[in-house]
């Protein structure tokens, strides 16, 4: 599921700089142990479906419509609370007082204390969870057992204006990372402000490039750093120090410390910046602000020539493990991840969708993008980190902000999260 709505924040911005202190749905649902699957009902009451959604009423409502048209006597009661603080928050209260709803919204920032908690249905058994990309599945598994369904993912790389680039000589994408700080020099030269980032949490280059380092080691250099098997000083010094050099050379202003998601994508919107790391979920956004940009995804490229995209599996649908209709809510999440869901889904967010009966139609802009994201060759580091997420984030932002500053070096950023993490554990 995506948070790419046109009236909602977006997913990446969300995920870099909201993953909240979330540990207390743990302690404030503690006593709901023993959780058990609720009773149907009979009559009416079988038929009604209760669901909290995080994303708008205008791009659930046609899903909601569908389904009650295909299943008819079925009626779902949804209501609406925007991500990612709110609606988690929203969702512990209703927790702790055994009021929450069939189906609601599981996310990476609160997976750990629903899974552990117990307060989500397992879905291995589904018929239909084969349809579910593995990268979905694995997101929202614990000891072999699939609890939430995942429809989407959303890619980050750069942005670029290809207007802008053309004045500068811009023929074909950088090819590695030299090539790409080449381009921000020429444009730099030109006149044109080259590359923004927002620096509220570790940025879609930084993210890419730490990618390829956790990529070549098989997907696990998160588990290993929490592990003690290896360090941030191990393995993100190198990536940081490449990263760092868009501030070293000019290519991205030290000022750039203070810019917000927003302020970057505002920026890019009114002509001022050629290059931008943000994801997919911005483009209908920046489309509509400014419908004569031309525009396009590029991945990040790092020293060695890989190129890889940041990224993240979108939030999934769980079900209730005291769901006062179980059946009722096994039967909506089936139509949600089905073939005809998830058309609709996509048509009001175009998203990049990854369920293996349907492939969307996704803007010209996205197709170098959308096949690494529905294969799952993405990376964002908050997403990956196995615990102490609310505390590590804020760290890595102070460092981050720290490093774009020129206060401090990528050598110190990485020590700083190694002594972070000490301290937690």
Not at 64 to 74: L, M, S, T, V, W
Request: aromatic share 8%; net charge neutral.
């Amino acid at each position: 599921m995506s948070l790419t709505t046109s009236s909602g924040p977006t997913r990446h911005r969300v995920a870099r700089r909201t993953v909240v202190a979330l540990m207390a749905v743990a302690t404030a649902v503690a006593a709901l142990t023993g959780c058990s699957s609720g009773s149907s009902g009979s009559g009416a009451e079988s038929k009604r479906v209760t669901f909290l959604s995080w994303d708008p009423q205008t791009t659930m409502q046609p899903l909601i419509d569908e389904f009650q048209k295909e299943n008819p006597g079925y009626t779902v009661e949804a209501s609406y609370t925007p991500p990612v603080t709110q609606y988690v928050q929203k969702l512990q209260t209703q927790l702790g007082s055994n009021t929450a709803p069939d189906v609601f919204i599981i996310t990476a920032e609160n997976k750990t204390q629903l899974m552990d908690g117990g307060f989500v249905k397992d879905l291995s058994g589904e018929p239909w969870i084969s349809n579910i990309s593995g990268a979905a599945k694995d997101t929202y598994t614990k000891s072999g057992k699939v609890y939430g369904a995942a429809i989407a993912s959303w890619g980050g790389g750069i942005l670029i204006n290809k207007d802008l680039l053309a004045k500068a000589g811009y023929t074909t994408p950088p090819k590695a990372w030299q090539d790409f700080i080449d381009l921000g020099t020429k444009l730099k030269d030109s006149g044109v402000t080259a590359f923004y980032e927002a620096s509220d949490g570790i940025p879609v280059t930084l993210s890419a490039l730490l990618g390829v380092e956790n990529a070549g080691m098989s997907g696990k250099m998160d588990e290993q750093i929490w592990a003690g098997q290896t360090t941030f000083a191990k393995t993100w010094t190198d990536p940081l120090k490449t990263w760092n050099e868009l501030f070293e050379k000019g290519i991205e202003p030290r000022t750039a410390a203070g810019l917000t998601g927003d302020q970057v994508l505002q920026q890019f919107e009114q002509g001022k910046v050629a290059m931008i790391g943000t994801g997919s979920w911005a483009l209908g956004g920046i489309q509509k602000a400014a419908p004569n940009l031309h525009l396009d995804y590029l991945p990040v490229p790092n020293p060695q020539g890989d190129l890889y995209w940041c990224g993240a599996v979108s939030p999934g649908y769980a079900i209730n493990a005291k769901a006062k209709n179980t059946a009722g809510a096994e039967k909506f999440v089936e139509f949600l991840q089905s073939k005809k869901g998830v058309e609709l889904y996509q048509k009001e967010t175009q998203s990049i969708t990854t369920t293996g009966d349907f492939t969307p139609s996704l803007d010209p802009s996205l197709s170098t993008m959308a096949p690494a994201v529905r294969d799952g060759k993405f990376y964002l580091p908050a997403v990956n980190w196995p615990t102490h997420a609310d505390a590590m984030t804020p760290e890595s932002v102070a460092l981050l902000q720290q490093t774009i500053s020129g206060k401090i070096t990528p050598e110190q950023f990485a020590q700083g999260m190694d002594a972070k993490l000490k301290s937690l554990q």
